[in-house]
């Protein structure tokens, strides 16, 4: 299985920038890097994915080192909202069979006000 | 709004008891997906489904089993529970299964087994 190191937790103050960094040594040529988030008590929600470039959507920024060895998520301006579980998961693809999520420990991120 | 569904929301069974948890779709789309995920873990994958061709991981349990009648719908059948099985259980869809697509979550269905 692919495999994401990520930091246990983090911690951010309200309407400050948050960088969620993830290591993914193994990657290969074809693993997509995804990120989704867990909010207490729901299941979880796609934040964003990419595979070479930096990508920009609404909620966040992926940025991927030019190795593809790493990646940071951030968040521009982090909100209690964004109190959640982050998970920084490769995406494989395996030909006939499918790219599951297969989710690490993810990183715990607190917001303090 | 388009959504995954799962009810109920809480469901508490007995010991050996079957149960069954429910998850429906207005997404429309081909693949269906049931995770576990125990407190304080991350969600795991037990099996999906890629219209009616059923995936199953290799570390599923007998115990656990599945069924989608159309494409709407997806069940998930426990059929003897144990402690063990309290979890919170999550089902997701996505259009395809290739690794650039999304996966959509519904809310979980927490399961106490007393």
């Known amino acids: 299985d692919a495999k994401t190191t990520q930091p246990n937790s983090m911690e951010s103050n309200e309407e400050e920038p948050v960088h969620l960094p993830c290591n993914h040594s193994t990657i290969s040529g074809t693993d997509y890097i995804h990120w989704y988030r867990q909010l207490p008590s729901q299941g979880p929600e796609y934040v964003i994915h990419?595979?070479?470039s930096n990508v920009n959507n609404r909620m966040a920024s992926l940025a991927i080192a030019e190795d593809r060895k790493s990646s940071t998520l951030i968040l521009h301006r982090a909100t209690l909202r964004d109190a959640a579980v982050y998970y920084c998961i490769l995406r494989v693809y395996y030909g006939g069979s499918q790219g599951n999520l297969i989710f690490g420990k993810g990183t715990k991120l607190s917001v303090k006000p | 709004d388009a959504m995954v569904i799962q009810n109920p929301r809480y469901q508490v069974t007995q010991f050996g008891k079957p149960v069954t948890l429910s998850c429906s779709q207005t997404?429309?789309?081909?693949?269906m997906y049931w995770y576990q995920q125990k407190s304080s873990q991350a969600p795991k994958l037990l099996f999906h489904?890629?219209?009616?061709?059923?995936?199953n991981e290799a570390d599923t349990p007998d115990n656990f089993q599945s069924r989608r009648p159309n494409t709407s719908f997806c069940f998930l059948d426990i059929r003897s529970p144990g402690l063990g099985d309290a979890a919170m259980y999550l089902c997701?869809?996505?259009?395809?299964?290739?690794?650039?697509?999304?996966?959509?979550f519904g809310p979980g269905t927490r399961l106490l087994v007393l």
């Open positions: 990419g595979l070479t």
């Open positions: 489904y890629y219209d009616k061709d059923f995936n």
């Open positions: 997701a869809t996505s259009i395809t299964s290739g690794n650039k697509e999304t996966q959509y």
């Open positions: 997404l429309n789309h081909n693949v």
